[in-house]
């Protein structure tokens, strides 16, 4: 059994602080795309009056806010049990890295890393992916 000391703590927040997590089992990591800086519909030629006063469309707290509660993403990484539960159906991998999907909001656990990067990820269940683009960023 490990021996928690103020050193062992220490180490794992510097590690948290600094490195990338990856998903375990059947986990999918996705980077989530970042929300707009800027709006549409009606209130786009509202805000960008406001922009051009020196005025901001949105504080990065809101720019966050969105982000986090995005519903798109880009797979980066998948877990090696992915899309091999009893949950679906001996379909295979039906998304891979560098595929856009859609997630349901809030679903899994949201991370900024590194700390400090502004690159939110979410680790998500496969089963948490309900839609994906045919089309991908890595081809």
Same mark, same amino acid.
């Given at each position: ?18 490195? !990338? ?28 009056? !406001? ?17 986090? =509660?995005?519903?798109? =993403? ?23 890295? =560098? ?16 700390? =400090? ?6 680790? !998500? ?15």
């Amino acid at each position: 059994m490990l021996k928690i000391t103020p050193e062992i703590v220490a180490k794992a927040k510097e590690i948290c602080n600094k490195s !990338l997590s990856n998903p375990a089992g059947y986990r999918i990591k996705v980077y989530c795309i970042p929300a707009d800086k800027g709006f549409s519909g009606e209130d786009k030629e509202k805000f960008e009056t !406001l922009e051009r006063l020196g005025f901001e469309s949105k504080s990065n707290d809101q720019l966050e806010r969105e982000t986090r =509660g995005s519903d798109r =993403g880009i797979i980066v990484d998948v877990g090696r049990a992915a899309w091999k539960g009893s949950h679906i159906v001996d379909t295979g991998a039906w998304a891979k890295v =560098g595929q856009v999907v859609l997630y349901q909001n809030y679903a899994g656990k949201a991370d900024e890393e590194p700390k =400090g990067s502004g690159n939110m990820y979410r680790l !998500l269940n496969d089963e948490d992916i309900i839609g994906f683009y045919e089309e991908s960023c890595n081809e």
